[in-house]
T-cell receptor, first 114, second 110 residues
Framework: NAGVMQNPRHLVRRRGQEARLRCSPM?????VYWYRQLPEEGLKFMVY????????ESGMPKERFSAEFPKEGPSILRIQQVVRGDSAAYFC????????????FGDGTRLSIL | RKEVEQDPGPFNVPEGATVAFNCTYS??????FFWYRQDCRKEPKLLMS???SGNEDGRFTAQLNRASQYISLLIRDSKLSDSATYLC???????????FGKGTMLLVSP
């Protein structure tokens, strides 16, 4: 499968725990984007990364959320000390370049906070 | 004004009908425009890009009016499998981060 791979598909955490969401972009894609979709809401941009660089994190909450895209391995979205309001679907997308290219999405991670 | 605005619907149409969705966007510097579809909260899938000259892909036709900041999608000969939420998507003026509308729900019935 050469598509965008996200894992886990479903993640359950208790309040105060940490959540780690992983995303491997499509082969040949070096641009990764994370989006969050709250229940009954549209997708909201969170962060845009290239290898080892955060390009735009204007959509990331100021606290508890961080993202990285290391030289080797998948991109990671990390949520520390999760709260109930973090329950959402988190989608990762990738594109080949940044120049007006469409983005292709992974299946998403459904995060549930107990 | 919302960045990308769509009628949430639902649009209920019979098979074979023609249906049109509209979308307006607020950022006049936007450079790229797309329609995605999303089924039952699954991942968004690219339906088509939208160009100023208009473009067609089978039963689907997309139009862009930059002066009015308006995008449309026309679906002809609707199929049951067209039932989904259609997302109007606009890129920003800088990097290609995307702004999504909340979507328009389409329900095609036999």
């Amino acid at each position: 499968n050469a598509g965008v791979m996200q894992n886990p598909r479903h993640l359950v955490r208790r309040r105060g725990q940490e959540a780690r969401l992983r995303c491997s972009p499509m082969k040949g894609h070096s641009h990764v984007y994370w989006y969050r979709q709250l229940p009954e809401e549209g997708l909201k941009f969170m962060v845009y990364l290239q290898k080892e660089n955060i390009i735009d994190e204007s959509g990331m909450p100021k606290e508890r959320f961080s993202a990285e895209f290391p030289k080797e391995g998948p991109s990671i979205l990390r949520i520390q000390q999760v709260v109930r309001g973090d329950s959402a679907a988190y989608f990762c997308a990738s594109s080949r370049t940044e120049s007006n290219q469409p983005q292709h999405f992974g299946d998403g991670t459904r995060l549930s906070i107990l | 004004r919302k960045e990308v605005e769509q009628d949430p619907g639902p649009f209920n149409v019979p098979e074979g009908a023609t249906v049109a969705f509209n979308c307006t966007y607020s950022n006049s510097a936007s450079q790229s425009f797309f329609w995605y579809r999303q089924d039952c909260r699954k991942e968004p899938k690219l339906l088509m890009s939208v160009y100023s000259s208009g473009n067609e892909d089978g039963r689907f036709t997309a139009q862009l009016n930059r002066a009015s900041q308006y995008i449309s999608l026309l679906i002809r000969d609707s199929k049951l499998s067209d039932s989904a939420t259609y997302l109007c998507v606009v890129s920003g003026s800088g990097y290609s981060t995307l702004t999504f509308g909340k979507g328009t729900m389409l329900l095609v019935s036999p």
